[in-house]
């Protein structure tokens, strides 16, 4: 049972374009939203998070939209840089209480970025 | 600080032989738990704990799979007996509660053969 969906195992872009990862998800429990990025042979790092009170979250190039309704949200990347290529993972997180911060992740989507 | 730290970073073992997996959390955190990453399934959280007390063992693939946190800064990962099956990156990550997020540990790289 998988409540959190990368569908798309790889996307290639070019240097300079819009990267737009997805990611969808189906507990409604859900009201924590955060993007991780990892590199080969190193850990998973925070990128940017949203919380289900909001549907945008900037933070320089990186942009998190969520729609709620559709309980999807994605990831954008402008402009996109080689060093971008990475292994882009989405993760949700439910209500607090006995979750402690609990986070379920996608199965994480390829990056790679031409130059 | 020097983050979540992880050993080993590689462990080769044969089949039917017993892994242990180690892990420093970050000082002052006070959730942590065991993901193992598949091609198939990404990262899949195993098990984790709050306080040094196990919360959720649920997603521990089976009864040959084990985990204790004997102390606020070290818990432990142990395969018993290992199959090749078992083969994959486990991570471990701690964090401060609900909504920080995670720092994740650098992985250990399992091969089971």
């Known amino acids: 049972d998988q409540q959190v969906k990368q569908n798309s195992p790889s996307l290639s872009v070019q240097e300079g374009r819009i990267s737009i990862l997805n990611c969808d998800y189906t507990?409604?429990?859900?009201?924590?939203f955060l993007w991780y990025k990892k590199y080969p042979a190193e850990g998973p790092t925070f990128l940017i998070s949203?919380?289900?009170?909001?549907d945008k979250n900037e933070d320089g190039r990186f942009t998190v939209f969520l729609n709620k309704s559709a309980k999807h949200l994605s990831l954008h990347i402008v402009p996109s840089q080689p060093g971008d290529s990475a292994v882009y993972f989405c993760?949700?997180?439910?209500?607090?209480?006995?979750?402690?911060?609990?986070?379920?992740f996608g199965q994480g989507t390829i990056l790679t970025v031409h130059p | 600080d020097a983050g979540v730290i992880q050993s080993p970073r590689h462990e080769v073992t044969e089949m039917g032989q017993e892994v242990t997996l180690r892990c420093k959390p970050i000082s002052g955190h006070n959730s942590l738990f065991w993901y193992r990453q598949t091609m198939m399934r990404g990262l899949e959280l195993l098990i984790y704990?709050?306080?040094?007390?196990?919360?959720?063992d649920s997603g521990m693939p089976e009864d040959r799979f084990s985990a204790k946190m004997p102390n606020a800064s070290f818990s432990t990962l142990k395969i018993q007996p290992s199959e090749p099956r078992d083969s994959a990156v486990y991570f471990c990550?701690?964090?401060?509660?609900?909504?920080?997020?995670?720092?994740f540990g650098s992985g250990t790289r399992l091969t089971v053969v």
């Open positions: 949203i919380s289900s009170i909001k």
């Open positions: 990550a701690s964090s401060r509660g609900s909504n920080y997020g995670y720092t």
């Open positions: 507990n409604s429990m859900f009201d924590y």
């Open positions: 704990f709050n306080n040094n007390v196990p919360i959720d």
């Open positions: 993760a949700a997180s439910g209500a607090g209480g006995t979750s402690y911060g609990k986070l379920t």
